[in-house]
Structure formats: C-alpha cells, structure tokens
C-alpha cells in the first residue's frame, strides 16, 4: 500500500470523502487562493535554493514577480500585493537564517510497516537549538487545535533522506506571519510511525467507510453523496465494489 499524508489525513477525517476522493476518483471543486498559495510555495523554494549566494528582500521579490501572472484585474491585483506583503513579512521575521535552509522541496519515500509513505518537504532550517523542519502553510485561517502529525510524519521523511532527525516542528502560517511548533526527535519520529501503522490497519480492515461529521464539513464537494449531511444523498455515480482490494 502507499500513501501520502493527504490520504492519511482525509480518510482520519471522513472515510467516505476518502472512499470518494481516492477510490471513486470524483473530482473536488476547487477552493480560491490555491493558485497563489502554489505561487508563494513556488517562489520560497527558489529563492532558499539560492538564498547562500543571494538572501536579500529584492531578489526575494523578483523571484515572485516572475513567477506570479500579470494581473489583469482588480482581485488579481490585491492578491499579488498579499502576496507580497506575506512575503515581505516572512523576510523581516526570517532574514537572518535564510540563508541556512536544507532538504529544500525534497522528495521522500519511506516504508512504515509495510506502508510507503510518500512526500515532499517545504525545507529545514537551522537553528540555534537544532534542526527545525518547517512546513509553509497559506490557510485563511489558523485551526484552533493544531494537529502535529503531518509534521511527524514529514520528520520520518526527513530522517530517511537527510538521515537526520528534526529537532523542532514547525507550521509557518505566512499570511498570519505566526509559527507553531511542535517538539521533535525521536519521540515525533516514534509517534508518527505508530499513527501511520494504527491508520493504515484501519483502512486496510474498513469495508464501510462511513462518513464523520466535522469542521471539514464546510468545505466538502461531496456533501450532496453524504447521509450525514444530506437527508436523501444521490447515489454514488460509480460501479466500483466497496470490497476489495485498495487501488490508492
């Protein structure tokens, strides 16, 4: 079986999104200021993998102007200037030890109980009290209870591509300009492991996939499928058996 932390994360949430999404292959709808958000992700990677030769705010603000369309209208105008506001922010706050990133948008796969578990980190940066493995994040809002597994599983992928354990965790909230981290070392690395094995034995047992009301809710493109959100859901345009082996 693989995953990636998506999957883990959607089907802990919701299993029917999960069944739907992954298995039945429905197509979401997609939610406003992703584009942007890749943008930002797009214009930080290039600029820390080039920040030891070059860290300063221009650059840093040329690298966005080239990777961001021309706005043709007003909204397009005031997401550019968020966008460079954010990234003005993140420049004040970081500037110092830009120049230190590691492990830049790179690829991991690691095997977890018979589990590969897939991905694609932000970066690594160091600091004075250690490795800190940072995760960017482009949310409008900042989740009132943050959840440190995808970190911990992040800091599984760090250790198997870098062979070096993070020290701290870290969420990057840019448009809040906030951080929230988290302890790292081999407890994140133990913690992750075990979420991961006890997720994947429930998705290998579950023949169900039973929808789970949550905050998630709000923004599902599957509600009209959903017992739990409709009173009369459609039927599930799909042929597909919900028995059988997993297609992930």
Known sequence: MKLT?????????CPLRFRLRYREKLPEVAMGGRNLS???HQTLQAFLFNARRDSSLDNLLRIYAAACPTPKNQKQEQRYA????????????????????VALEQKFAVMVDGVEITGRLDCAMETEEGLELVDFKFTRE???????????????????VTGYTSDILT???LRQERKITFPGGEVAVREGQEQVTGLAQQL??????SPKVGDWCGTCSYRKYCPAQQGQPIPIPSQ???QGTLAL
């Open 5 to 13: 932390f998506t999957k883990l994360d959607t089907y802990r949430k």
């Open 38 to 40: 890749l943008v930002l």
């Open 82 to 101: 968020e966008g460079r506001r954010v990234l003005e922010a993140f420049h004040w706050r970081e500037g110092s030890r830009l120049g230190k990133a």
């Open 142 to 160: 900042v989740p009132e209870t943050v959840d440190p597994l995808q970190l911990q599983v992040y800091s599984l992928g760090l250790k198997e």
């Open 171 to 173: 969420y990057y909230y």
């Open 204 to 209: 290998r047992a579950d023949h169900s996939f």
């Open 240 to 242: 597909l058996p919900v």
